[in-house]
């Protein structure tokens, strides 16, 4: 097996900044590409923060995004700046094209956590965008079913399982698994890494250890046993249709990343008044995986060059940071001085601070190959083609095969 360099972490989040004014504006109209439909709003914020700029936002649906943003920077009608997937395997494939260059002089980094740069970074270790909203991943419940069963949140792996129990002989689904969406997939099992093993995924992140290992096979055979309590048609389901059942209470819980809490996103949609809950999948790993989501990019081509790193430069920001919190309800990746007042943000950046998995799978600098290879592992998986030797075996063979 060849071996890689460690996955650096997200595991501390802090550290003292200093806000930075919006800079002079040509008056200019900057377009953004991105698949996040939830930043719409921030957008519009900063267009009125900044007078003589207007950022106009194309949003595209996430699996499309990245065959669509290839296309588009390759023509003439591409975007001033775009939002990219993190880690360095996306990174080096439009920096080795031009599309991107590290960053410029003008853009101050110091705000932002360290511990997050590791979206914006080359396999050089050059820095070329400014990494935005940190996510976790966590188990989402109805908080409504658990109150009507008397339902406390489980601590450990044995009263998880008993939650789950009492769930099913209520004619309701525990955990609704989107089998047909690969990369959640990918989300969930980087989600059960951080609860059932944590710090033990050190070798396996590194790639010093295989995914047959110890550490991964405990996490594959947790979530096989816990196969009879979730949706029976797990293989067919996407990932909208998921979070619909959970908001209309047919499934008491799913694992999903904080951007589903958004009021934007389709449990809110389905049902506005639904009341959630986080927590921690109950392990003995004892961790929440947390990651940033991507990074602002400056397309080099652009026409509008000097305005568009102008921009990108307030995104990195104090200012930008708290625009963030208040419009997109997710958590900043600005270390220090936020403040923080939607329903969910405060609770997700206590499991950063106190629980960050330390060692990044997916979102790291494996990310789309993390996706492309241990999603349709678990699908598999799903579709009983595999046991839990099996799906560990099919994910070590699918980063052999990548030479990973």
């Known amino acids: 097996m060849k071996r890689k360099s460690g996955i650096t972490a997200v595991s501390a989040l802090l550290g003292l900044l200093v806000a930075t004014p919006i800079s002079a504006f040509a008056e200019e109209t900057l377009t953004l ?20 700029v207007n950022i106009k936002v194309e949003v595209f649906k996430g699996v499309d995004y990245n065959s669509r943003l290839r296309l588009g920077l390759q023509s003439d009608n591409g975007p001033d700046l775009f939002q990219g997937r993190p880690g360095a395997s996306f990174i080096d494939q439009y920096a080795s094209a031009g599309v991107i260059t590290p960053l410029p002089d003008t853009v101050d980094l110091s705000g932002i956590s360290p511990a997050t740069l590791v979206a914006a970074t080359g396999s050089d270790g050059k820095v070329y965008g400014v990494p935005f909203a940190v996510q976790t991943v966590q188990i989402i ?32 689904i525990p955990l609704e698994v989107p089998g047909r969406a690969g990369w959640a997939l990918a989300m969930m099992s980087a989600g059960l890494e951080a609860g059932l093993s944590g710090e033990s ?35 067919a389901q996407d990932y909208n249709g998921m979070r ?37 999948i109950p392990g003995h790993g004892g961790k929440v995986y947390a990651f940033a989501d991507g990074a602002y990019l400056v397309n080099a081509n652009s026409a509008k060059r000097e305005a568009a790193d102008k921009l990108l430069a307030f995104t990195a920001t104090q200012e930008f940071a708290q625009l963030f919190a208040d419009h997109v309800g997710e958590l900043s990746t600005y270390a220090e001085g936020i403040r923080y007042q939607g329903k969910y943000q405060a609770e997700a950046a206590s499991f950063v601070s106190q629980h960050a998995q330390p060692y990044l799978t997916w979102k790291g600098p494996f990310n789309v190959q993390y996706e492309e290879i241990v999603g349709p592992a678990y699908q598999k998986f799903l579709a009983g083609k595999v046991d839990a030797k099996g799906l560990t075996q099919e994910i070590e063979n699918g980063f052999q095969a990548k030479n990973l």
Do not use: C, H
């Open 33 to 52: 590409w991105t698949w996040r439909k939830q930043e719409r709003p921030l957008w519009e914020a900063v267009s009125k923060a900044m007078d003589d």
């Open 244 to 280: 619909a059942n959970v908001a209309l209470g047919d499934s008491a819980m799913i694992i999903d990343g904080l951007w589903s809490t958004s009021p934007l996103s389709t449990i809110a949609q389905t049902d506005p008044s639904v009341e959630l809950g986080l927590m921690p």
């Open 141 to 172: 419940y109805n908080k409504s079913i658990f109150e009507k069963l008397n339902l406390s949140e489980p601590q450990t792996p044995e009263q998880f399982l008993a939650v789950m129990k009492t769930l099913k002989e209520n004619r309701v």
């Open 201 to 235: 995924m050190q070798q396996i992140a590194s790639r010093q250890s295989p995914f047959t290992a110890e550490a991964y096979q405990q996490v594959a055979d947790t979530f096989a046993s816990w196969k009879p309590y979730i949706n029976p048609s797990a293989a």
